[in-house]
């Protein structure tokens, strides 16, 4: 069977949220240090102790926004411990991530300097865990103060004068979890108290995000929302791809068997349903979708590679990775309605992570190709899409064999995201481009991303097994597109 497809060019579901494409770096493993943050001494060429290699990397993803510190790591943040002199800053130990020795280096100048080289927008999360209200208050103070006061002296003192802008403030993290281990009822009144002092100075004006629910924990969300959705600007939901059993294996991130691409396929497109069902929750009590939800952790998570600390959840990162990006970033795309950000976990040496790191190398992973192609469809309007597609069986069930998203830019283009998720066929494909200002298609143009072994990656050995391609295959009939798609495929069509 083939693959029939209708967009509508002329049908715009709403904008896509550029945040959709947002990071997540947290103090875990080898994120921060070494992956981000070298220090100012460090032989490997850095800005103001930022590596150069990995800015300019991520500067070409188009990165919206950046959430820090964690995680997990943020319920046990205090951020006062990681200000002023570097040489006198509290060293205290990662309790949730190896164990390791935290020097408190890396804290809020560094991570909003990074933002500005990134020019992207900082998503702070804080400590309710084992936090303060006042701590959290005079963290924001501290931040976005323009004026005489006790964190803001402090903060020219160390530095700055200027207050940061700060948009985005998450309330706690994981407070089903490592958050607090709390009851969706205690923690939305913890919620409902801490928020009030997260407060507006001058014209800055903060977007609170409340920690939301574990997977398909759906009374959490209900209860939330119920409780506290009129005192929260967006709503946050955890969700990772994992073939095996969180606990019991995860699976190899390189090492893995057909059923396990099936498995992990299957459970990427997941994410659709859990958008879904959460959003009806949420539309139960905002009708208007005033609240955004906020996907700020979602990925692949598979167990650590042979030899590396398990507490760093250091994992390499294949062709099987960037389809599980492909598909989530079209599902976030076509329900962009809802889904006003996400944050894929993390952004180096950790879970489904941009880049690589070792020493002074750096690799870019197959994921970063996915982001480099989807950067596309930032702050452009979602198209209606129709589409009738085969499907690729597994041992006991199947699920679409094509999954894809379409935007139309400013510019009247459109950008087609579209990915063969079987591992063993090729999918024949056909576009009807409807809606048209010119009723015909003039110009196209394609990238694909693809690999002939479903465990191919990138490797410091051979830093471009996997990476992006013209493709040549694309025939145009006035307003229709036909191709076949490899296996194992993400692509990107332009058409105008």
Not at 252 to 275: I, P, R
Not at 403 to 432: F, M, R
Request: hydrophobic letters at 35%; aromatic letters at 10%.
């Amino acid at each position: 069977m083939g693959n029939s497809i209708i967009i509508n060019a002329d049908i715009e579901k709403g904008k896509i949220n550029k945040n959709i494409y947002g990071h997540f770096a947290e103090h875990l493993g080898r994120c921060i240090y070494e992956g981000i943050w070298v220090g100012e001494d460090s032989a490997i060429p850095n800005t103001k102790g930022i590596r150069n290699d990995v800015l300019q990397a991520l500067k070409n993803l188009n990165i919206p926004v950046l959430r820090w510190p964690g995680g997990c790591f943020a319920d046990e943040y205090h951020w006062k411990d990681g200000v002023g002199p570097r040489e006198n800053r509290k060293r205290m130990v990662n309790t949730h991530w190896g164990g390791v020795v935290e020097n408190n280096h890396f804290g809020t100048h560094e991570f909003m300097l990074l933002c500005e080289l990134l020019e992207c927008e900082p998503y702070i999360c804080g400590n309710v865990g084992s936090g303060t209200v006042q701590e959290m208050s005079e963290w924001v103070e501290y931040m976005t103060f323009d004026g005489e006061s006790p964190m803001a002296n402090w903060r020219s003192e160390n530095g700055r004068e200027e207050p940061w802008k700060l948009t985005y403030f998450g309330v706690g993290n994981e407070n089903w979890g490592c958050g607090g281990n709390m009851r969706p009822e205690y923690y939305a009144d913890l919620y409902r108290q801490f928020q009030t002092y997260v407060r507006n100075y001058g014209d800055n004006k903060i977007y609170k995000i409340a920690g939301g629910a574990n997977v398909d924990d759906y009374n959490w969300t209900e209860v939330l929302m119920r409780t506290a959705g009129r005192f929260m600007d967006g709503l946050s939901l955890h969700y990772y791809t994992i073939p095996g059993d969180f606990w019991l294996g995860k699976g190899s991130a390189t090492d893995f068997t057909e059923d396990e691409w099936f498995t992990t396929m299957k459970k990427a497109l997941h994410m659709d349903e859990l958008v879904t069902k959460h959003g009806t929750i949420m539309d139960k009590y905002d009708p208007e979708k005033r609240v955004g939800m906020i996907v700020d952790e979602w990925g692949t998570w598979f167990d650590v590679e042979p030899g590396t600390n398990p507490g760093f959840l250091y994992q390499q990162n294949t062709i099987r990775d960037a389809l599980v990006a492909s598909i989530t970033l079209n599902i976030f795309n076509n329900h962009c309605d809802r889904v006003q950000m996400a944050n894929i976990a993390q952004t180096v040496n950790v879970l489904q992570a941009m880049v690589l790191t070792e020493g002074e190398n750096m690799i870019l992973t197959p994921t970063y190709h996915v982001f480099d192609m989807y950067k596309v469809h930032q702050d452009a309007a979602c198209l209606t899409v129709e589409a009738a597609t085969s499907t690729f069986k597994g041992k006991e069930e199947e699920i679409p064999s094509v999954h894809l998203s379409a935007s139309k830019n400013t510019k009247g283009e459109v950008n087609i995201t579209l990915c063969n998720v079987s591992n063993q066929d090729s999918a024949p494909v056909t576009i009807e481009l409807r809606g048209l200002l010119d009723k015909n298609v003039t110009q196209v143009r394609g990238k694909i991303l693809t690999s002939e072994n479903m465990n191919d990656r990138n490797t410091f050995e051979d830093p471009n097994a996997v990476e992006p391609a013209v493709f040549e295959g694309l025939n145009v009939n006035e307003n229709e597109l036909s191709f076949e798609i490899p296996p194992m495929s993400v692509l990107l069509i332009t058409a105008s």
